[in-house]
């Protein structure tokens, strides 16, 4: 039998299946998370929506005349699944607010955060007051374990118990330390697998030592076979030999080029088939040497056409697929 016999094109073309925001899944690193299916369609519109819970804008807070006080602006924030967080975004807005900050007893130090709950309300969670301030969270003197609900919007480190209004020099908003961002650490996404990789483990630095939330919305490709096919080829990295020569001796070295894939379709009349719609679209194709069998490659691609129209024979379009990765085998 000939690979042609039972071989088969598939193209991403109509609408994406979307799924329903929801929370990813830990891989167990704290980096890697799975949405739940794959591949992810990036259509626009049904791209994937991340939503890891953080502060998305804030100006500086500062203290005020009034004894042990902070005056907390208007912060944007990300909360996934929060009561006042938009659904398909996770973002809410809270207004400005005056919060009064707790003190130490006698000379100790205290660090409470300023957090936002996932219902739309700032709350000042105190940590345990020590004799001298330290780094490590739910410890003597050290910033408090974060609410699982919420999230730390910044720190406020006070010494001893006079009352006293609160300083700049008291007030800390350090991103990725004592402020959480919906942007940090940075992530990229897998198309393929369906995952979303940090660039460093979340910190654990809520109740119980867990992580904040992280939700995300995507959309799985709807495939149609392309009937009239031909000539497929994937999208690979292909090596270059080079070389530099120095005093008495040659350096070697390579070239990587990621190349283009493509195949052959033939058209019904050049102008309403499928294929068309896809034209200079990011869309998924899938290639299956045996349409019986689940082993499968897939390409995510821009779609360039390239249509003929002989005289003598079938409307045809070389089709290639312009690709930022290459494509990529799955035995099921």
């Not at 979307?18 to 980096?31: E, P, Y």
């Not at 374990?145 to 006070?158: H, M």
């Not at 299956?288 to 779609?303: E, G, K, S, V």
Request: proline content about 6%; charged content about 15%; hydrophobic content about 40%.
């Amino acid at each position: 039998m000939s690979i042609s016999d039972n071989a088969v094109i598939d193209l991403e073309i109509g609408t994406p299946d979307a799924q329903v925001a929801a929370l990813l899944t830990d891989s167990g690193d704290h980096k890697n998370f799975s949405f739940g299916y794959s591949p992810l369609s990036k259509q626009p519109g049904f791209a994937p929506v991340i939503m890891a819970a953080g502060v998305k804008s804030m100006a500086t807070p500062v203290g005020t005349a009034v004894d042990d006080q902070v005056s907390c602006p208007e912060t944007v924030a990300v909360l996934p699944g929060g009561t006042a967080a938009d659904a398909n975004t996770g973002l809410m807005t809270v207004a400005a607010s005056l919060e009064t900050i707790t003190r130490a007893t006698g000379s100790n130090v205290l660090i409470s955060s300023v957090t936002l709950k996932d219902d739309g309300t700032r709350v000042v969670v105190a940590g345990t007051e020590g004799s001298a301030f330290v780094a490590t969270r739910d410890a003597a003197g050290g910033p408090p374990l974060i609410p699982a609900d919420s999230i730390e919007c910044f720190q406020v480190r006070l010494t001893g118990s006079t009352a006293a209004p609160v300083v700049a020099s008291e007030i800390s908003v350090v991103p990725g330390l004592t402020q959480e961002n919906f942007d940090r650490p940075l992530y990229t996404i897998d198309y393929f697998d369906g995952e979303l990789d940090f660039s460093a483990p979340l910190p654990l630095i809520h109740t119980g030592g867990t992580i904040k939330r992280v939700w995300a919305s995507g959309a799985t490709p709807q495939f149609v076979e392309i009937l009239k096919s031909s000539g497929y080829t994937p999208s690979e990295t292909s090596y270059t030999a080079n070389s530099t020569q120095i005093y008495g001796s040659t350096i070697g070295g390579r070239t990587a080029n990621l190349n283009a894939g493509g195949f052959t379709a033939y058209l019904e009349d050049g102008h309403t088939d499928n294929l068309i719609s896809a034209k200079g679209q990011e869309r998924w194709v899938k290639f299956r040497q045996d349409r019986l069998l689940a082993p499968h490659q897939l390409t995510l691609a821009t779609i360039s056409i390239a249509r003929s129209y002989p005289a003598d024979n079938q409307v045809q379009a070389a089709v290639s697929l312009l690709s930022e990765a290459e494509s990529r085998d799955y035995a099921s």
